[in-house]
């Protein structure tokens, strides 16, 4: 009996010591994952890399890349579609940003994209709306929704602002508040600023507010019948 005992104490132990060792693995592991990530982007954070794309088709029948803006200074993306309420209510303010900060002549560029694949979301219509608002930057569809993905982008609309090492800068809301007249913080705009002074941003990432992308869900592929 006291044997069975002692035999029963040990099997205690030695289960509470591989809980508390999977418990301190998976800690570890999320600690890593975090500190890979910001504050509310689970993918970047401030300072990481920009994530490059290649030969995105814009609404002016060309094809678009990263690096075709290698003498801007700052480029800023806007993650951002038709479908979405929020997004289009940004847009006159995104299109004043623009002409203020963008243009052959000014260190900045801004670049727009969407990921979206639903019908009102697509080329022709992206088309439509970019001549119906004279849009003054680019604007690119990816399909593949691939590039959103590394950017960790989850709303429209959503900034990154990259500085001339294409570093992120800047990541979230454009600004803190949906209506216009009750904006008291530009955050875009306050980064850019701080950037072409050689200076760090700040705040470097809010959260941003929007529509959620619609990523589409990997399909389950069927067994195969042996």
């Given at each position: 009996m006291y044997r069975r005992d002692l035999t029963t104490s040990a099997e205690i132990r030695c289960n509470m010591t591989r809980r508390i060792i999977g418990l301190f693995a998976l800690l570890?592991?999320?600690?890593?994952?975090?500190?890979?990530?910001?504050e509310y982007n689970n993918v970047l954070s401030v300072d990481d890399p920009a994530p490059a794309w290649t030969d995105l088709p814009g609404v002016d029948g060309k094809k678009h890349s990263l690096a075709d803006f290698h003498e801007?200074?700052?480029?800023?993306?806007?993650?951002?579609?038709?479908?979405?309420?929020?997004?289009s209510d940004y847009e006159d303010r995104i299109i004043a940003f623009a002409k203020t900060y963008?243009?052959?002549?000014?260190?900045?560029?801004?670049?727009?994209?969407?990921?979206?694949?639903?019908?009102?979301?697509?080329?022709?219509?992206m088309k439509e709306r970019a001549e119906s608002k004279r849009?003054?930057?680019?604007?690119?569809?990816?399909?593949?929704?691939?590039?959103?993905?590394?950017?960790g982008a989850v709303f429209t609309p959503q900034f990154f602002v990259l500085d001339k090492d294409r570093k992120i800068a800047y990541m979230g809301a454009f600004d803190d508040n949906n209506e216009p007249t009750k904006v008291k913080r530009r955050f875009v705009e306050s980064a850019v600023q701080a950037v072409l002074k050689g200076e760090k941003a700040k705040p470097g990432e809010t959260i941003a507010n929007g529509c959620l992308i619609r990523y589409e869900r990997a399909r389950r592929r069927k067994p195969v019948n042996q």
């Open positions: 570890t592991t999320l600690a890593a994952a975090r500190a890979t990530a910001g801007k200074q700052i480029v800023v993306v806007v993650f951002t579609c038709n479908s979405c309420p929020v997004a963008a243009g052959a002549d000014k260190p900045t560029a801004v670049v727009a994209i969407n990921v979206n694949t639903i019908e009102e979301d697509r080329l022709p219509k849009f003054p930057y680019p604007y690119l569809f990816d399909q593949s929704q691939r590039i959103a993905k590394t950017y």
